[in-house]
C-alpha cells in the first residue's frame, strides 16, 4: 500500500520559513517524480513544484521562484519543499504527490497524500 504523509505545516508569520516534507511507503521512490501542490480556501489545486526521480530536473511555479525550492533524499524515500519569504498568499494545504512523470499537471500524479494546512498570517 503506498502511502504519502506531510508534516512541517504550520502557522508563522509573513516572511518567515517553513519546511514541508512527504515521507513515502511502499512506492518505488528512486522511480518516482514527486510534485507539491497547493490549495487555498475557495480556489482550485495548482502546482507548486515537481523533482524528477534523478533530482536533475526541477520544475517551479513562477509565483515561487527564487523563494521555494524542492528537494529530495532518495536513501530517505522523502521530499522536501522549502518555502522561504513566506506570504499571505500563500495560505493553503499543502499536499505532495508521486508519479512517473514530472510535470506540472495533478492528474498525471498517481498517488497523493492528505496535505498539511500552511498559514501565514500578515
Known amino acids: 500500500q503506498v502511502q504519502l504523509v506531510e508534516s512541517g505545516g504550520g502557522l508563522v508569520q509573513a516572511g518567515d520559513s517553513l519546511r514541508l516534507s512527504c515521507e513515502t511507503s511502499?512506492?518505488?521512490?528512486?522511480?518516482?517524480?514527486m510534485g507539491w501542490f497547493r490549495q487555498a480556501a475557495g480556489k482550485e489545486r495548482e502546482f507548486v513544484a515537481a523533482i524528477s526521480a534523478s533530482a536533475r530536473t526541477t520544475y517551479s511555479a513562477d509565483f515561487v521562484k527564487g523563494r521555494f525550492a524542492i528537494s529530495r533524499d532518495n536513501a530517505k524515500n522523502t521530499a522536501y519543499l522549502q518555502m522561504n519569504s513566506l506570504k499571505p498568499d500563500d495560505t493553503a494545504i499543502y499536499y505532495c504527490a508521486a508519479g512517473r512523470v514530472t510535470t506540472t499537471t495533478p492528474s498525471t500524479y498517481f498517488h497523493w497524500g492528505r496535505g498539511t494546512q500552511v498559514t501565514v498570517s500578515s
Open positions: 511502499g512506492l518505488t521512490f528512486d522511480q518516482s517524480a
